[in-house]
């Protein structure tokens, strides 16, 4: 299994790019999965439904499953942040990637996304995780990146990469 980060501020395009990184990597024959960071009030459940009511009941954890479709909501007693390690534990084993997007502090390998005209600083020069920046505007760099610099538009080019560069994300359980 092959895991990447995706990190950027808010408005970068992290969700755009894995997007349309999915089809891109399942076009080839590949297995993907999404780990994504969300705020601590998400919810994927609605009031009213089986699984809302059961979780609300105390049920600690609720799995809802189709002929299509399994999904599993757990409540943590205590507040508590997961890892990256954590929540890749719950994917299946025949997964070829798993695209992160957040969790920008855990120790994973990461592809910066830049924005033009972003004026926040980027993290790529305090964080060695960062292995590539992908950006529509290269000159704005600075510092220049010791990694690669990728097009942020280029979704064929990003893949290709990725795939050349599979052994840098390599993640053994």
Not at 13 to 21: A, F, N, R, S, Y
Not at 24 to 41: D, E, M, N, Q, T
Request: negative net charge; glycine residues 6%; hydrophobic residues 45%.
């Amino acid at each position: 299994m092959h895991v990447v980060g995706f990190a950027g501020y808010s408005g970068a395009g992290k969700t755009t790019l894995i997007e349309q990184l999915i089809p891109a990597l399942k076009a080839r024959g590949l297995r993907v999965s999404v780990v994504k960071h969300a705020h601590h009030g998400f919810d994927i459940d609605h009031p009213g439904k089986d699984s809302y009511r059961h979780r609300e009941a105390g049920a600690f954890e609720v799995v809802v499953a189709s002929s299509r479709r399994l999904a599993l909501v757990r409540e943590y007693e205590a507040e508590q942040e997961p890892s990256v390690a954590m929540l890749i534990a719950e994917l299946r084993r025949d997964v070829d990637w798993v695209l992160v997007e957040g969790f920008k502090h855990d120790d994973i390998p990461r592809i910066e996304l830049r924005r033009a005209g972003d004026p926040r600083p980027p993290r790529y020069p305090e964080d060695a995780r960062v292995l590539a920046v992908a950006t529509d505007a290269p000159a704005e760099l600075q510092p220049q990146p010791l990694g690669a610099v990728l097009d942020l538009n280029d979704v064929p080019a990003l893949v290709r990469w990725l795939l050349d560069n599979a052994a840098l994300f390599e993640n053994t359980p």
